[in-house]
């Protein structure tokens, strides 16, 4: 797949540049292609963009945490698929041989979030069936009479990427709506890592009742975890939220079981990036102790995540992969320039993960409504058939 893996950056302050997650850029009749990130490792400090033009790139970004979050990392991945380098003499085979390539190289840049799969899955039955050409793109020069088979496909790619993130746009809003019910009454709710606008196309998943909320003039205030190591609630949700105007207190993880004791927290809502059949549901590694709290203190414990989430194929979350990282993330929590923390002789672990049981969830909060108690039955209802991850 190549080895240059540097993307341009383009760094700008915070006052002009744009925070929009994902952006992608056609130029040359859809010939040349980018995605466009907003690079999540660098905030607060700078809004920086991080522009991916090929495949390794943008597979490197979303390996270094420049994009994720579930459903972003699906969105970015969508939109990688159309970066395949693909050559004007070649064959409708050749094409499809690169981008199937692609696909199967990008479905190995991180492997919990089952979104990358399902949105790298749709793009794969966009491959295999060369026919189709959308209808939304279908005045483009590339699909007038004439244009080859391959033409027609590669503008098809970018048509399903781009639905891809605008279905991710409707769903954030519909799990508000739906979720904002359940946070009506609250004052103080918690969140753990960021399930906000920076991990999908916009508005979120857990904080898409809170931003629902806001703007019918209920206005809540958060508790946000720092989240170890990598930090993405102090450094992501206390951002956006803050952006957004709404309260936001950061506190360490350790924090979250005292201000429980305390009756600081009225609900706790989270995103997940992998839901099994039984309702089992995979999220940043410090989501499972944050349920066992809430269930000891009696506090309403919220998963809230579009139904792509969902990965039926596993019947509990034992079987859900759990991502590995670099200990060094451990050891440097100030990335390589910050101190070490950890004697070099001594070992560390890095799980990026952990699995809640259905046991300990409330509800499962979704663009289609809300699942009461969630068990498998319930969730096979929910889902119904179409759902295939
Ligand atoms: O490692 P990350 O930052 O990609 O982990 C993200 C999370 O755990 C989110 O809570 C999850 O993906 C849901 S995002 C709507």
Known sequence: MGSDTTASVNSTSIADASSET???????????AAVDLLDQTRLPESLTRCVCETLP????????????????????????????????????ETARTKWIDAIEYLATSRPTAVNLFWALDRMRAIVESPESVSPELESMEATAKGASSVESLRVSLVAEAIRIHEDDRAMCRSIGRHGSGRLAECRNVLTHCNAGGLATSTFGTALAPIYYLHEHGKTLHVYADETRPLLQGARLTAWELAQAGVPVTVITDSMAGGLMRQGHVDAIIVGADRIAANGDAANKIGTYPLAVLAHYHRIPFYVAAPTNTFDLALASGDLIPIEQRD???VRCPGGPS????VPENVDVINPAFDVTPAELITAIITERGVIESPNVDKIAAHCGSPIAN
């Open 338 to 341: 910050g101190r070490t923390m």
């Open 327 to 329: 200990g060094e993330e």
């Open 22 to 32: 994902i952006r992608y850029r056609i130029a040359d009749r859809a010939q040349c």
């Open 57 to 92: 790139q943008l597979h490197d970004a979303i390996r270094r945490l420049v994009v994720r979050g579930a459903p972003a990392i699906g969105i970015a991945a969508a939109y990688g698929v159309t970066l395949t380098p693909i050559e004007s003499s070649d064959s409708l």
